[in-house]
């Protein structure tokens, strides 16, 4: 089957996958990535899940993802690894750099004149800095439903009938948990809109969003960049624009996950990747709080 030409992208914004659970659409993912060609790329935290990560359970599909990262980095592109709650142990390596990859708690880019602000999201999250037993809890939950989630699926495609998603019923029906989604939003862009910023982008609430918040104090463009669990979203910069792309399915009914050309090379990054969890893993208790301004 010929290679189909990939989109090129000048700024790609990935947040919230959850490498290493249940709920992970790496298929789906692998099938994205391998369909574009970006100039940076900026990991927008939760992308590994430290939390639940279990060597039980680790699909090869997941493992092509971080093989991608890596192929990306070996041809040049800039990654900006920026730490989430579900993956917090890494913050201790904030400025760490090796070759193309770099990890951050938080970033400021310049894009095209525009003060770009990018940062997870979950310092705004109150069970995060007084509970995080009771979230780690609902995160265990969470996954959980997910799992049960793709079972119900499953039994309905093979009925004939659509997907759904429970989890995101749920949360849409409860008033406490789409107030918890404005809050967030508003104290990210008050915060952006005191420090001057164009554009603020976020992820942590699996909610894509692109819109202009308003305030007394002025505006800015609000992003997130969704998830790889339910939502299948992702933010793209190009040309001078931003755009919210949503997974379909149907663009690539027909696509298959492409070869590794090099199998060594797979096992190589395997090895190396194992290698960096391992010593993350080792120091997992040892957590270094962001220091926000």
């Known amino acids: 089957m010929p290679k189909t030409k990939k989109r090129k992208i000048d700024l790609l914004v990935l947040s919230d996958i959850h490498l290493g659970t249940y ?79 770099s990890i951050e708690n938080k970033l400021v880019l310049d894009l095209d004149g525009k003060k770009t602000w990018i940062f997870h999201g979950d310092v705004f999250d109150v069970t995060m800095q007084h509970s995080k037993w009771l979230t780690k809890l609902g995160s265990h939950g969470y996954d959980l439903l997910i799992l049960i989630n793709a079972v119900c699926n499953w039994v309905s495609v093979k009925m004939g009938k659509g997907k759904i998603s429970l989890s995101k019923n749920i949360k849409n029906s409860v008033k406490t948990a789409v107030k918890f989604v404005n809050d967030f939003e508003k104290t990210a862009a008050d915060i952006a809109i005191s420090n001057g910023y164009d554009y603020v982008l976020c992820g942590h609430i699996h909610q894509p969003e692109m819109k202009t918040i308003t305030t007394s104090h002025g505006n800015v463009e609000y992003l997130n960049s969704g998830d790889w669990i339910e939502n299948l979203t992702a933010l793209e910069y190009n040309n001078k624009e931003w755009s919210l792309y949503k997974y379909n399915p149907e663009a690539f009914s027909k696509a298959t996950l492409e070869a590794n050309e090099d199998e060594l090379v797979l096992m190589e990054n395997e090895q190396i990747f194992n290698q960096m969890l391992g010593s993350f893993l080792e120091k997992k208790d040892i957590i270094t709080p962001i220091k926000f301004k």
């Open 23 to 101: 709920g992970c659409q790496s298929k789906e993912l692998l099938n994205y990535m391998n369909s574009v060609k970006p100039k940076m790329v900026v990991l927008n935290g939760d992308i590994i899940d430290i939390w639940q990560f279990s060597k039980r359970y680790w699909p090869k599909s997941h493992m092509q993802v971080i093989h991608k990262l890596f192929n990306w980095m070996s041809k040049g592109v800039k990654i900006y690894y920026i730490t989430g709650n579900h993956d917090e142990m890494l913050r201790k390596f904030e400025s760490f750099k090796m070759g193309k990859l």
